[in-house]
């Protein structure tokens, strides 16, 4: 209760806060999605970045010092995808750990990882995989994008690819598109608009539907426009 009171209290404070005027001239340079964003979206992108920003403990790895734009862009892959979701969207993550490039799995030395979410609050990238992802827009490939989808699927509690949706009969047509499409992608991998890891499982497929839907939405739109719609309903954005 306590905890929760302190971060409300705090949470107002910063949203107040203006968004430093520097931190556009990071994205204007760095982020080609900010320049896109018209202001009606512009709005709540920058309250959900500067937040995120300020409430999150950074930490750097294998030898990475965390630099002020490398938290701008990072902060900016969270804040594209939750614009329109509220800001607890993100209350159970508490830190990101940012390593130089893809770090090896602790225990599995075979194991190269650019990305992982831990549904007990921390997210671990890799800051040379984050900055591939950005730098072709539209491949449908985006670390940042990726994990962050793990984090809101991660806020129901579980990485099963259904994160909280608005309303309780949301489920149903949630649950009969996306486990049509994921049986289909299991089924051929290869031959749909969608990366064959999403075969992988319903938390892998959600976050690489994700992916496709903020980087190649017209693409989605056209193979599986009911994907699509869901994805659409669920992120109160519409990419087209
Ligand atoms: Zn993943």
């Known amino acids: 209760m306590i905890t929760w009171l302190y971060r409300s209290w705090r949470r107002r404070r910063l949203k107040r806060r ?18 896109k964003l018209d202001d009606e979206e512009r709005r709540p992108f920058e309250t959900h970045l500067k937040v995120f920003l300020w409430e999150k403990h950074w930490e750097g790895a294998g030898g990475l010092e965390v630099t002020e734009p490398m938290k701008v862009v990072i ?38 990882v650019m990305g992982q979410a831990h549904n007990f609050g921390t997210l671990v990238l890799s800051w040379d995989a984050v900055e591939k992802g950005i730098a072709i827009p539209d491949d449908a490939r985006d670390t940042g994008i990726h994990e962050f989808a793990h984090v809101l699927d991660a806020e129901s509690g579980t990485f099963d690819g259904t994160p909280l949706l608005e309303r309780g009969r949301d489920y149903p047509r949630w649950a009969e598109v996306m486990g ?61």
């Open 75 to 112: 902060s900016a892959a969270a804040a594209r995808i939750a614009r329109k979701l509220p800001l607890s969207v993100y209350n159970r993550l508490t830190e990101i750990v940012i390593y130089p490039s893809h770090y090896l799995h602790p225990g599995e030395e075979r194991k190269v």
């Open 18 to 35: 203006p968004f430093p005027d520097h931190w556009r001239t990071i994205l204007e340079e760095r982020y080609e999605f900010y320049e």
């Open 180 to 240: 049509r499409h994921f049986a289909n992608l299991r089924e051929a991998p290869f031959q749909g608009c969608l990366r064959s890891y999403g075969a992988k499982n319903e938390a892998e497929f959600f976050a690489v539907a994700t992916e496709a839907f903020f980087e190649t939405p017209e693409q989605l739109k056209q193979c599986a426009p009911d994907l699509y719609d869901v994805l659409a309903d669920y992120f109160g954005v519409h990419p087209v």
